[in-house]
């Protein structure tokens, strides 16, 4: 197995485990745009560039910023005060 292959896939594995450990949401959200940049090399080590392409733009920056605008809209409403009505 080639080295580069090999600590790949090991940035893998010690990335996915990054975010499952991380128990905040914020800095989940972030290992894991980091953790699609570490898939995305791999993919690119196993010579697929559309597939890493792909992965770059889904699950480094997509899925982050998706799930950043949602941890947004809930601190938002959460700030709101509750109306009652009378």
Known sequence: MNVLVASALIL???????VVICRDPLRQAIVSGAFGLLLA?????????????SEI????IGVPVMILLA????????GETPEIDQ
């Not at 733009?57 to 480094?60: A, E, I, Q």
């Open 57 to 60: 733009v889904v699950g480094t």
């Open 41 to 53: 090399i791999l993919f690119f080590v196993f010579q697929a560039p559309d597939v890493a392409l």
């Open 12 to 18: 893998v594995a010690l990335g996915g485990t990054a």
């Open 71 to 78: 941890l947004a809209k809930l601190q938002q409403h959460r």
